[in-house]
């Protein structure tokens, strides 16, 4: 079912709403089964701490022990039921130049993770549409692309993007979540009174389109449905008053600015000290967009590749960014000298990672359809640029989704995938058959009709079988 529900309301706005079951026709099924599938990328630049990263127990069912207190998964202890961690998984094309194809490991990282396209001389861009644009455009309404959102500093190369509309056509990801929530809403052709009403007056669009929302609640709705969207509605006006207070919308502006938000100035949404709050930010509107109906895949990139913030919040006190701790030295070039205890800060910057993914799936659970989750009809996966980042490794990628996606992914597991006895090879569980397995999760299929058979242009055929229910 992809079935949107819009308050339009004073001057043009348009609301979106979240799945309503008391709104279907009589004879529509409200159950899982009939809630849309969706996907979302949670992805990191860098590598991570492999020697505390993966499950403390053997493959096979997650229990709690699987989330030690060394673990840098800990934090999704929680959700040990809901995730499906796959072991073994190589990038295709591979890395340290063994697949014809242009650009550093960096670049193959970022640009491939999503395409498994070749990167191509002069642009270094893929040769290729990125996963979650194929998706979207399968199964999005007409038109809709996939919701391409981002935290921080934006490389103006193949190093800041992963997502593609096709061969060297990269989406920016927006890392103004006014600009991404007013768009959310459809405030982007707005009449000029309805801009001055959301700025200069500081009106919250929940007040243009409180009549329609009054005439809603009027309707037999379900508790369930009543308070889904006293949640949807509360969500929205959290969202404008967290960014009221934190600067990103300007209190005033000047009448001639009143027909248009400017935001944040670019170069401070992107700082380091804003990292945090605007990640949360952006996970509040990506959970809604998901759940509102307003597109069926979205990506969220934290960082640019070879790069990243200088963490230096809850708890950690970093002197280097991100890359240069990945590589353990205070130079990107491997020049200067070693940090003392840098594999003691990547697992800190992993398990805070953890902790903002926590949040975004408690976020999607924060929202009921059809007797479950918004969370169990996704796959919300999680990856980084590369498994270890000192070596450049592309073999034995950090992989973690979470969601059963409607019943298509096994849950509660962690699955070898390779049937090496080391993880750590090139040989038979290339990255393009997770791409594959996914786009068949949500329902992609051949132009005529079946399965997806193959993503990309490199690796092997097929699906990963052995994470399906």
Known sequence: MNRRTFLRGACGVMLGLPFLESLLPRDAKADPAGAPRRFIAFFMCNGVNMARFFPGTSYG??????????????????YRDRLLIPRGIHMAPRGYGFDPTAGDDHMRGM????????LLE???????????QFIANKINPPGTPALTLMVGSRTPTV?????????????????????????????????????????KRRESVLDLVSAEYEALLKKPLSKSDRDKLEMHFQTVRDLEVDMGNSGLIPRALPPDRAAEIEGIDPDTV???????????????????????????????QWGSGAAGPIFRWDGMSHTYNHHK?????????????????????????????MGEYVYLLDR???????????????????????????????????????????GYFKTGQYIKVTAQSNT???????????????ANAVGCTEDGGGPIENFGSFGKPGEFDELKA
């Open 270 to 300: 992107s700082f380091d000290a804003e990292f945090r709050k605007i990640g949360r930010m952006q996970m509040d509107i990506l959970a809604l967009a998901i759940a509102s109906g307003a597109t069926r895949s979205a990506t969220l």
């Open 364 to 406: 999607l659970s924060s929202y009921e359809e059809g007797g479950a989750t918004v969370l169990d009809s996704c796959a919300v996966v999680y990856m980084n640029e590369l498994s270890d980042g000192k070596r450049h490794d592309f073999r034995d990628l950090p992989y973690i989704i979470a969601g059963s996606c409607g």
């Open 111 to 118: 640009g491939c993770k999503l395409t498994a396209q070749p």
């Open 159 to 199: 190093l800041g993007h992963i997502s593609y509309k096709g061969s060297e056509q990269p989406v920016a990801g927006e890392n103004n979540p006014w600009l991404a929530y007013r768009d959310l809403i459809g405030v982007r052709d707005l009449e000029e009174e309805a801009l001055v009403r959301l700025t």
């Open 61 to 78: 069912a997650l229990t709690e022990a699987s989330f030690g207190a060394d673990r840098a998964i800990a934090p999704l202890v929680g």
């Open 122 to 132: 002069g642009s270094r861009y893929p040769d290729g549409i990125s996963l979650d």
């Open 325 to 353: 701790l990945s590589h353990g030295n205070t130079k990107d070039d491997d020049s200067g000298e070693e940090v003392a205890g840098y594999e003691e800060m990547l697992y800190d910057i992993d398990r805070w990672y």
């Open 424 to 438: 750590l090879n090139d040989r038979d569980a290339p990255h393009n058959k997770l791409l594959t397995t996914l």
